[in-house]
């Protein structure tokens, strides 16, 4: 664990008090994870240059308040289930800043080798010539009126019609949820549906401001005759959804299911809101028919972002949105920032009509798909795990890990040895999953990496199948994180 603060010793609040408010915003933020070791008493001394009395008395305030846990002759370590930390709220994200860069299978942002730079830098530079300090003023609200016009032409190509007047620009797909949230504010109550698991960004945006309740995820989508019980019992706003390589499983809907919640939004009265980055990214058949073109009674706001299909960097997508709500979301787009980067929308504009776009869509598949079979490969040799499902497309693994293996902790012996994946504890709205699986993305490591990072993923599982028949828990992490 990494101790980025500071303490300032001419401070009135006492150096131990400091110390302590310090480790416990780390644990709440989650910069801290369950199970984590916490540097050693005379570490913390070293490194702060005070006294190892202090750092013991900060110690024992933070395991009186039920942050840490003392293991005679092992350490500290962060508790488990800290009743502090909220149970929708998922904070190992805030770990993605000092995410290891080594072996980086968290991110599912593409490798930067993989971005049409050279293509983007002639494009601006001709709007510098054409249009000068314009290009820097602000734009329309809803967004440049050329690209809406554009990306509705593009969007038949998908079956998907609908006007430029119901196309919102967004500064990618995580905005277009915050602008979400800012209409459900705007309510006395809100019920919202998701799937179990399902994508960290939306808990997080959602779960403090409406009331969640979880369907469990199969193999062809949520289970339908439980949603249909969740709807005769509740008056749901909103079921938030990704039908298409979903996070973090990377299964995609069967066709019966995505007609069947059309068929249920019509029935009991509620918007789906369907994010939809990943749809082109299939490897074999394409049978990523997005909900949106099978909605005819505009019933779903879509969302989409370029962030994987041409750079992240360029923070740039859009929603169509139902006409009963594009006046909510224009508005709440400017209460956030006014307007998008004009210089971007302009280049995006360009990009797109120039028909850069789709090769640059094949591009990325033939990259990511020799990535993706040669990881699932080498997943396949490990015997100690399963794979609940097989993507044909996407950038996410789901990955079970053996019984008895918590993936927090997992997660953190990974850290440890320069590999980076996500626990499962971050997609889940509640605490009733069984801790036991991790997602993996192929999409920010070279095949080199891998390689290397499965092998160490695979050594530190037979690390564990070797000592979980006689070792507790907290002996096996601190044999493995060292």
């Known amino acids: ?30 910069e801290a994870l369950p199970n984590e070791k916490l540097p050693s008493i005379r570490q913390i001394a070293i490194k702060f240059d005070i006294n190892t009395l202090t750092v013991l008395k900060t110690y024992d305030l933070l395991e009186k308040n039920n942050y840490i846990y003392k293991l005679s002759g092992k350490g500290c370590f962060v508790k488990e289930k800290n009743k502090l930390i909220s ?6 994200i805030n770990n993605f800043a000092i995410m290891n860069k ?7 942002t593409p490798d930067a080798d993989l971005y049409p730079v050279e ?74 549906v998701a799937a179990n698991p399902t994508y960290y960004g939306a808990i997080n945006t959602f779960s403090e401001i409406a009331k969640m309740i979880s369907v469990p995820l ?18 749901v706003d909103f079921i938030y959804t990704m039908v298409n390589f979903e996070s973090p499983t990377g299964i995609s809907w069967s066709m019966e299911k995505k007609k069947k919640i059309l068929e249920f939004s019509e029935k009991y009265n509620f918007t789906i809101i369907e994010d939809d980055c990943l749809s082109p990214l299939y490897y074999y058949n394409n049978i990523t028919t997005p909900l949106k073109a099978m909605d005819k009674k505009n019933k779903v706001i879509y969302i989409n972002s370029f962030s994987k299909l041409i750079m992240p960097g360029i923070r740039l997508g859009y929603m169509i949105v139902p006409n ?24 995006l504009h360009l ?9 640059n869509i094949e ?108 070792l507790f828990k907290e002996d096996f992490i601190s044999i493995l994180i060292r």
């Open 119 to 192: 293509i983007f830098q002639e494009i601006i530079n001709d709007i510098f010539n054409n249009y000068g300090g314009k290009a820097f003023n602000y734009f329309n609200t809803q967004g440049l009126l050329e690209l809406r016009e554009t990306i509705s032409e593009k969007l038949k190509n998908n079956y998907i019609y609908t006007s430029p007047n119901n196309i919102q620009i967004v500064a990618g797909s995580q905005q277009a949820l915050d602008l979400i949230k800012k209409i459900i504010l705007k309510r006395k109550t809100t019920t919202m």
């Open 363 to 470: 591009k990325l598949k033939k990259a990511f798909k020799e990535k993706y079979e040669l990881t699932l490969s080498l997943l396949q040799e490990i015997k100690e795990i399963e794979l609940p499902y097989i993507p044909q497309g996407g950038l996410y693994i789901w990955i079970k890990l053996p019984k008895g293996l918590n993936s927090n902790i997992f997660y953190n012996i990974l850290k440890e040895r320069q590999v980076s994946i996500l626990p499962d504890s971050v997609f889940y709205m509640n605490d009733e999953q069984e801790n036991n699986h991790i997602r993996l993305s192929f999409a920010a490591v070279t095949k080199e990496e891998i390689t290397r990072g499965i092998e160490i993923i695979k050594k530190s599982l037979e690390e564990f199948s070797q000592k979980k028949d006689f």
């Open 324 to 347: 009963n709500l594009i006046s909510d979301i224009i508005a709440a787009k400017f209460s956030a920032d006014i307007s998008s980067s004009g210089l971007f929308q302009m280049a």
């Open 102 to 108: 080594d072996i980086n299978f968290a991110s599912a």
């Open 1 to 30: 664990m990494k101790l980025n603060f500071i303490i300032y010793k001419d401070s009135p609040h006492k150096i131990y008090l400091q110390l302590y408010d310090s480790i416990k915003n780390m644990i709440e933020t989650g």
């Open 87 to 92: 149970s929708t709220q998922k904070p190992v």
């Open 218 to 235: 199969e193999k062809d989508g949520i289970n339908m005759e439980e949603l249909e019980k969740i709807l005769q019992k509740n008056k």
């Open 351 to 359: 990009f797109l009509k120039k028909g850069y776009l789709e090769p």
